[in-house]
């Protein structure tokens, strides 16, 4: 019998974007119909953690669309876990409140919070741990659950400075999922593997290029698959020399193909306004695009359904900067420099403390 593990869908993500909430939705669309082929009955779906974005605040609407996916996966599966991630605790150092509490009256769903819950297979068990929490010392054939880890990439790096290591987990079992790392990855243990299952689905620029996915895996033979969401949106990044040696029509086919993600123009070096200009241009059918220019990133946000929220969350001097760029191409301000123009406000800003 195969089960379905993943991890990390972070409803709510993006201060309750409604957009990024109906990614997450048909994300979760395409886990169950993926399942449904490649298993045919459905048996368990393991869920390794942040099911919910935000630990204090969760929206209306992020709220009812999460309770929704819940219970879509609770039709579909016969049995669900999903295991309280960091994201999903209101406190620090206890998982006494949690926000998946709030689907406690659903039948087939087992909510993994406060203890190890372990699961018998016909050839041993298997550990499911929330987090800050680990198996007893035994031996699992499985051990899944949402760990912080020394040695697993990150988007700044690697982890580091944590007591846990793959190492010490791979002490109880050979094979280790973990949730929390939004990077998926393959690390090597003393005597097997540790999977950092990453998220689903494409979050922002740090998961560029990462592969998403969910695992099928069958406890008992013990074998697995990664199988690769090619579905959700993705975040693309185009050097500016690449798109800069295509014919204008060659640039329109390129982003309509594009045109359900979020992109990225890379200019390293020197580049011709001029074309910048029409790729930009040309660019605007994608799901949001922007130009980065060294540390200068200047873009469109998504066209609609942004929250205040969302659109707040920008640093001021951003507000500032972006509104420099449209005098800029208006008529009578076409003499000003925007690259000028937004080191002053740098300055300004830096000089008043404003972020
Ligand atoms: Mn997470």
Redesign the pocket.
């Known amino acids: 019998m195969k089960d379905v593990i993943f991890?990390?869908v972070?409803f709510g993500l993006n201060l309750n974007n409604e957009k990024r909430l109906n990614d997450a939705s048909a994300c979760i669309d395409w886990i169950i119909s993926e399942s449904v082929d490649r298993c045919g009955l459905l048996n368990r779906c393991f869920i390794l953690?942040?099911w919910h974005?935000n630990r204090f605040n969760i929206g209306v609407k992020t709220l009812e669309t999460a309770r929704l996916n819940i219970r879509k996966l609770c039709d579909a599966f016969d049995q669900v876990y999903l295991i309280a991630?960091?994201?999903d605790c209101y406190y620090n150092d206890n998982n006494e409140i949690t926000s998946i509490g709030a689907y406690d009256e659903i039948e087939n769903l087992h909510l993994i919070s406060t203890e190890v819950e372990v699961l018998n297979y016909d050839s041993g068990k298997i550990a499911l741990c929330p987090w800050g929490l680990v198996p007893k010392s035994d031996r699992y054939l499985a051990i899944l659950g949402?760990f912080a880890l020394s040695g697993i990439r990150q988007p700044g790096g690697i982890s580091s400075g944590i007591d846990l290591t793959p190492n010490e987990l791979g002490k109880n079992s050979n094979l280790i999922f973990t949730?929390?790392?939004?990077l998926s990855g393959k690390y090597s243990t003393d005597a097997g593997v540790l999977h950092s299952v990453g998220?689903p689905y494409q979050h922002n620029w740090s998961d560029c290029k990462n592969p998403k996915g969910l695992f099928i895996v069958d406890f008992d033979s013990g074998e697995y698959e990664f199988v690769v969401n090619e579905v959700s949106p993705r975040f693309v990044k185009l050097p500016y020399s690449t798109l800069a040696i295509l014919e204008e029509e060659q640039l329109k086919q390129l982003f309509c193909k594009l045109a359900d993600h979020f992109i990225k123009i890379q200019i390293e070096n020197a580049y011709e306004p001029d074309r910048l200009a029409t790729m930009a241009n040309l660019a605007s059918v994608c799901r949001s695009y922007e130009v980065e220019y060294g540390a200068t990133v200047i873009g469109e946000l998504e066209k609609s359904g942004e929250s205040i929220d969302e659109l707040s969350v920008k640093p001021k001097r951003q507000y500032m900067k972006d509104y420099a760029v449209k005098l800029c191409k208006l008529e009578q301000f076409g003499h000003l420099d925007d690259k000028k123009l937004i080191n002053l406000i740098d300055e300004y800003c830096d000089k008043l403390g404003i972020k």
């Open positions: 991890t990390d972070h953690g942040d974005d991630g960091n994201h949402h949730g929390h790392y939004h998220s």
